[in-house]
């Protein structure tokens, strides 16, 4: 028994594995960690700024890709986002800044367990209201704490990531961005994989496949939410100041899933390629039309999803079966 | 206690308009099976069309209902038949991620061309009340209230009472059966989900009466209608009166007895939906 399981789990492995599917991935890092580099010109501070805010959008979709792999469409990303945030203003009042990222982060991870554990029996649309409702609560439980506490609707104020060197910082959110990709490829390339795949596949069969539905489940959920709250303290030690209304807003959660989608779900690549358009596009849109610049952006994701509906990847992968990155 | 009965009439007078949307809302979810996130944004445009038609026409906001709910209808279906009818038989994210796109479209189409300011529509009635015994009700919310009520008495009228409503019942129970025994499925669609958001404009033309208009005021409306739609069960047409009722009437209940209750009662509100759903869930409904 044991012998056909190892046979095929090396079969469904091998297709997979090829060394060539990394090639873009590296390329998009190594560009990364270039781009401080070029010869930027007068607005080079503008567009590291850019980049680096590209980086936490790519952090933030692909952390939620990761979750969404196991089936669970979350709308409460924004919470662990904020969570993240949070954790971060108050913990680095304690502790330096190395020790207070990923305590918050931990502590998002562990109250995204909660909300797992209360969830795990919805599905779909009912799943995606809880976590939207969660989100809620945890904003206004924030917004309602005494202002000694957590700035109550006023907000933070957040002392800068490594003393404001923005390279720095960017190095610093490359480096997670590193590390959610890694840890997406990790998922993708192990027995995760297959296991994350069959919860979202139907879950009545990935039990009597003898999944352990919660014990996955939730460690997808821990793993997203930890990535997440990387990027609300990336965030927050950037922008210097959090406050409730806009740090848990739901355009937070609704970002990384568009994000995702428009860049292919389910993939390493993906997400991270889609946060890079979609920001940039969102940019340049920005300096052309002031107010409600992101009419197009709602048409360029109305049409993505009419003709595009596999994502920026499906453009590459017409025809080709699975093996995705 | 006159302090008790007065939140329990603000809460159900609150409610009215909660059901408006939610109502909606459960039309489009329920008979076309479309999460329409956009829900809000149709609400944005009746509250404009009234503010658009009070102000540069003159005319009272409540006599341009019937225009805001015929012409967000028209809106409706147009936007079923050039995008939400290509996306039925897609994965149900893809469904959602059309809707976001349409909301974030319509809603910055609102802020390029009105600029992100609240308007507020003035009327006659606005600093009106009318006092029964003991409690006080302010006159725009007592003729929103009544306005809210006649329309969902009308709406529940057609759903029970003519073949239309027969067969968007039925397409919300089994829409395959529905197309076996001779439904035009695609036409119920259509009319459903048009439906839907003239209930939006018109619950957005009170809105703009009640409150103001501007571009994102649609969303907190939204939210509450899909916790409501939630709390009756998708696809429950009838259950999101009652729903309603208790949201606005718990939520009133925390605004006057928990101190500093305005901030709280979103938290309650949604800690009520959760609580639903996980009760649900456990009790093997989903």
């Not at chain 1, 998009?28 to 930027?40: D, Q, R, T, V, Y």
């Not at chain 2, 006159?139 to 057609?158: D, E, M, Q, S």
Request: aromatic fraction near 10%.
């Amino acid at each position: 028994m044991s012998r056909v399981i190892e046979a095929t789990r090396t079969v469904s492995r091998r297709p997979d594995f090829t060394g060539r599917a990394f090639v873009p991935l590296a390329l998009f890092f190594l560009l990364a960690l270039a781009f401080p580099f070029l010869p930027l010109g007068a607005r080079a501070e503008y567009l590291l700024q850019i980049a680096f805010f590209t980086v936490v959008a790519g952090v933030l979709a692909l952390s939620w890709d990761i979750l969404a792999r196991s089936g669970q469409v979350s709308l409460a990303h924004a919470a662990f986002y904020g969570l993240g945030a949070y954790g971060f203003a108050l913990l680095s009042k304690a502790v330096p800044w190395f020790l207070a990222m990923p305590l918050a982060a931990l502590i998002a991870g562990l109250v995204s367990l909660i909300l797992g554990a209360v969830t795990m029996r919805l599905s779909g649309m009912y799943f995606a209201i809880a976590t939207l409702a969660f989100t809620e609560v945890v904003r206004t439980v924030i917004q309602n704490l005494p202002e000694s506490v957590a700035g109550g609707a006023n907000g933070l104020l957040v002392p800068a990531l490594l003393g404001g060197n923005a390279r720095a910082q960017y190095f610093l959110a490359l480096a997670v961005l590193l590390l959610t990709a890694l840890v997406s490829l990790a998922v993708r390339f192990t027995r995760l994989h297959h296991a994350f795949a069959a919860i979202r596949q139907g879950e009545e069969t990935a039990r009597v496949l003898g999944v352990s539905i919660v014990r996955y489940k939730l460690l997808a959920f821990f793993i997203s939410s930890f990535l997440a709250a990387l990027g609300g303290v990336l965030f927050a030690g950037k922008t210097f100041f959090i406050n409730p209304l806009e740090t848990f807003s739901l355009a937070n959660s609704i970002a990384p899933l568009t994000t995702s989608i428009f860049g292919g779900l389910y993939t390493t690549l993906g997400p991270i390629l889609g946060a890079t358009v979609l920001r940039v596009a969102e940019e340049i849109l920005h300096n052309y039309i002031k107010n409600g610049y992101l009419v197009v952006y709602g048409l360029v994701l109305m049409l993505s999803i009419l003709w595009l509906p596999r994502g920026l990847m499906g453009l590459f992968r017409k025809g080709k079966r699975g093996g995705e990155l | 206690m006159d302090l008790f009965f007065q939140t329990l009439l603000n809460g159900l007078l609150q409610s009215g308009i909660y059901a408006l949307v939610a109502s909606g809302l459960a039309l489009a979810v329920g008979v076309v099976g479309i999460v329409n996130f956009a829900h809000g944004e149709f609400l944005m445009i009746g509250a404009f069309l009234a503010w658009g038609l009070s102000t540069y026409l003159g005319v009272d906001p409540l006599l341009s209902l019937p225009l805001a709910a015929a012409s967000v209808f028209a809106v409706g279906a147009l936007t079923y038949r050039v995008s939400i009818r290509h996306v039925l038989l897609a994965p149900e994210l893809n469904q959602m991620l059309l809707t976001f796109g349409l909301g974030i479209l319509l809603q910055n189409l609102a802020l390029m061309l009105l600029g992100g300011n609240t308007r507020t529509v003035t009327t006659t009635y606005q600093g009106s009340s009318i006092s029964l015994g003991e409690l006080s009700v302010g006159g725009p919310k007592l003729i929103a209230f009544g306005f809210a009520v006649a329309i969902l008495a009308g709406l529940y009228a057609v759903l029970y009472r003519t073949t239309l409503g027969r067969q968007m019942r039925a397409v919300a129970q089994n829409r395959r059966g529905s197309q076996l025994i001779g439904i035009n499925v695609d036409r119920v669609y259509l009319i459903a989900f048009g439906v839907s958001c003239g209930l939006a404009a018109v619950a957005g033309v009170l809105v703009a009466v009640l409150l103001f208009a501007s571009p994102t005021v649609g969303l907190v409306f939204a939210l509450k209608a899909f916790a409501i739609i939630v709390m009756a069960g998708l696809g429950n047409l009838t259950g999101v009166l009652w729903a309603s009722v208790v949201l606005g009437v718990s939520e009133a209940l925390v605004q006057t007895y928990v101190p500093g209750g305005g901030g709280w009662s979103d938290a309650v509100f949604f800690l009520l939906i959760f609580a639903t759903l996980v009760f649900r869930s456990f009790r093997g409904a989903r």
